[in-house]
């Protein structure tokens, strides 16, 4: 399965982002993810660390459920501070390069006054379309008890 990145010239130049990806198959929506270990504590002591572990934790998930990073069609960042989060966006784009590569889906970053953990700067949501195949649903998974 592939995704077509489109990016009309109406739109300008995408850097980073593509504005629109198109594709089928099987639709994986990612939680958003911070920068929590395994124990549920932040690690990173500033953005680039925290967008690493973030961005670590979707490819987790995307992994667990079937998928790539190739398979990923939109992010969402959701960022405490931008100006911060800009001025580092060449380190940012460092990790992104290490851990995803040149794909480059459609993609928002959006500034927030606070995150649900009060210690991360950076969160990622994402939104990924696996090939169609057989469902995975019933092999002892469970929803998480609330």
């Known amino acids: 399965m592939s995704l ?3 990016n009309p010239p109406e739109l300008g130049v ?16 990612l939680a958003g993810q911070t920068a929590l270990d395994a124990s549920g504590v932040i690690v990173g002591d500033d953005v680039v660390e925290q967008f690493e572990k973030a961005l ?5 998930a995307l992994a667990a459920a079937g998928g790539t990073p190739d398979h990923l069609a939109s992010l969402t960042i959701y960022i405490v ?8 966006s060449r380190a940012i784009g460092a990790v992104w390069r290490r851990l995803i590569g040149d794909n480059y889906p459609a993609m928002a970053g959006i ?3 606070r995150l649900w953990d009060a ?5 990622v949501q994402g939104l990924a379309l696996l090939p169609p195949v057989a469902s995975r649903l019933g092999e002892g998974r469970t929803h998480p008890e609330v």
Request: aromatic share 10%.
């Open 4 to 6: 077509e990145y489109v």
């Open 14 to 29: 995408p850097s980073g982002f593509s504005h629109a990806t198109v594709g089928a198959g099987r639709v994986v929506f």
């Open 56 to 60: 670590g934790n979707l490819l987790v």
């Open 81 to 88: 501070d931008m100006a911060d989060y800009r001025k580092n």
């Open 111 to 113: 500034g927030v006054s």
């Open 119 to 123: 210690e991360a700067l950076v969160e």
